[in-house]
């Protein structure tokens, strides 16, 4: 058993306190790899931004939940090298038991998400309140989520939306006691948010039930999954290179960043880095076709998604030059 606090990590306290205060939202960022981890360290330090490094259960099944742990916290140890000053939490992202919670904040996770909203409501009360109190019990903060959100995130799927439902909001925040909670106001998971042809056809999010939520839960932090914009530039970059996404569209960048005026605190961003990663990729090999070196693709792919992070965290997050406030 180790602590997070041992390894360098913080919870995400401080850090949700201050981004509603000053109206900003924390990234949420999925690794999987060395140059992910490597991007959002470096993009996050260089930005000065605060930032959740999140892992998933595909994360895990692929890089394995103790080498992830030591990655993340070779990231801490990385910033402090840089000279970076920004607060790093390891965040377990949609957690789907109390056993699988425990084991992470056992091993020095200092967040964990307890993701019930597919269970019916009384079900989800259960198992978060059992996981908020294992967790405060070692100062690690959990989030929770109520309403489903459409599209697929590697084991979380669902084909239908259910809009969070503004009326259970109080209730289940003050009996789970969570620390902060995802709610479905129209992202999805993936590159696919929305079955439109075009650009001008997506819907806007729902920003009543948003405004709605707040109302009743007042100054809680709010995160939105499934908030990648799909980048233009890097679907276009890899269809030109052989690749083939049609019609994929994301969360406008100007709809996520007037959500953080509404109490979004936490905004979750990983297919956007997956975009970048792969159109890089499939551009260097294509115009390199001797090329077998892995770190000659794989370094400039690292490069782009550090300038996507760092002008995510300025642009679309506000959470650029942040980290300071955040003692
Ligand atoms: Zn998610």
């Given at each position: 058993m180790v602590s997070y606090k041992e390894l360098g990590f913080s919870n995400t306290k401080k850090m949700f306190k201050i981004a509603l205060e000053r109206e900003f939202a924390i990234p949420g960022y999925n690794i999987n790899n060395l140059e992910q981890l490597q991007a959002i360290i470096i993009g996050c330090g260089e930005s000065e931004s605060p930032v959740i490094i999140q892992i998933s259960q595909g994360a895990r099944v692929y890089a394995n939940q103790t080498m992830l742990r030591y990655l993340g916290q070779g990231g801490v140890e990385m910033a402090k090298e840089n000279g970076y000053s920004i607060p790093i939490a390891l965040h377990l992202d949609h957690g789907n038991s109390f056993e699988l919670a425990k084991s992470c904040i056992d091993s020095g996770f200092s967040s964990v998400m307890f993701d019930g909203s597919h269970l019916e409501y009384e079900e989800n009360i259960a198992i978060t309140r059992k996981v908020v109190e294992y967790a405060h019990e070692r100062d690690v903060t959990v989030e929770a989520e109520l309403g489903v959100l459409a599209g697929i995130e590697e084991h979380v799927k669902s084909d239908v939306h259910e809009y969070t439902d503004p009326d259970q909001v109080e209730d289940f925040v003050t009996r789970t006691e969570c620390d902060s909670l995802a709610i479905a106001i129209g992202t999805s998971h993936g590159a696919y948010k929305f079955k439109v042809e075009k650009v001008d056809d997506i819907p806007e999010l729902r920003f009543d039930i948003l405004q709605e939520v707040r109302k009743r839960l007042g100054k809680f932090p709010i995160v939105l999954h499934g908030?990648?914009?799909?980048l233009k530039e890097y679907v276009s970059i890899i269809n030109q290179y052989g690749g083939n996404l049609e019609k994929a569209f994301g969360i406008p960048e100007e709809q996520l960043r007037k959500a953080t005026q509404y109490g979004v605190s936490k905004i979750n961003i990983d297919t956007d880095g997956r975009l970048v990663f792969t159109a890089i990729i499939r551009k260097i090999l294509a115009e390199n076709p001797k090329e077998f070196d892995p770190r000659k693709y794989l370094g400039p792919a690292r490069q782009e998604l550090i300038e996507m992070i760092k002008r995510k965290n300025d642009i679309v997050l506000g959470s650029a030059g942040q980290a300071k406030y955040i003692k």
């Open positions: 908030s990648s914009s799909v």
